[in-house]
């Protein structure tokens, strides 16, 4: 599975646009990327996931550059409960390991 | 959305006790379940895969023996800490993946449960 990296950490201002990003340059053809968010002491959160195309749904947008390096998701308007460490996960179609890096510490400011 | 289920919340015990974690899919079937733990400040780290039906796979390094897992059926795992130790003292999180519909359906994941041994 390709390796992800990501920034340690992030502040974002309320009512803003958050941009997490993330970097898997050896992302192979078939490998989805996918995002999870992890509020301190729960188990992660599904967000989004995406191949090649642009995703939206009602959480956030995820951004994948046409080479499929890099990705940014996106949340669009942050409030401080988006206060959490974001994991971006990339893993080949028809193998089910999680692998999970550092993650981004995401810090949202009233 | 995808609902799992994990129980205990938290659980403390005494050093060399067995502990049990369930891990229910609530409104799904999951034929893959996975168990994580995580310690503080630290990303979570795989321990094992389990399929229904079948032994569950660990990743190296995981003691089979000291973490015993049970999938017998769609919606139920289990992981057992035996004869616990404080440095088994971690926050383990399970997560489920349903019958495949589509291979890159996402994992769904519990709670956690965090486990302190005295």
């Known amino acids: 599975d390709a390796k992800t990296t990501q920034p340690p950490s992030m502040d974002c201002a309320e009512g803003r646009a958050a941009n997490l990003p993330c970097n898997h340059s050896?992302?192979?053809?078939?490998?989805?990327v996918y995002w999870y968010r992890q509020i301190h002491s729960q188990g992660p959160q599904y967000i989004i996931h995406g191949l090649k195309n642009n995703e939206t749904n009602e959480m956030a947008s995820l951004i994948i550059t046409e080479d499929r390096k890099s990705s940014t998701l996106i949340l669009p308007h942050a409030t401080l409960r988006d206060t959490a460490v974001y994991y971006c996960i990339a893993l080949t179609s028809g193998t089910y390991k999680y692998i999970f890096g550092t993650g981004t510490r995401l810090k949202v400011l009233a | 959305g995808a609902v799992v289920s994990q129980h205990p919340s938290r659980v403390i015990c005494k050093s060399g006790t067995s502990v049990k974690i369930e891990c229910r899919s609530l409104d799904f079937q999951a034929t893959t379940m996975f168990w994580y733990r995580q310690f503080p400040k630290q990303s979570l780290m795989l321990m094992a895969t389990s399929n229904e039906g079948s032994k569950a796979t660990y990743e190296q390094g995981v003691e089979k023996d000291k973490f015993l897992i049970n999938h017998a059926s769609l919606t139920l795992s289990t992981l057992t800490v035996t004869s616990a130790h404080p440095e088994d003292s971690s926050f383990y999180i399970c997560?489920?993946?349903?019958?495949?519909?589509?291979?890159?359906?996402?994992?769904?994941f519990g709670d956690g449960t965090r486990l302190s041994i005295l």
């Open positions: 050896t992302i192979s053809g078939n490998e989805y």
């Open positions: 997560s489920a993946r349903g019958i495949p519909g589509q291979s890159n359906q996402p994992q769904h």
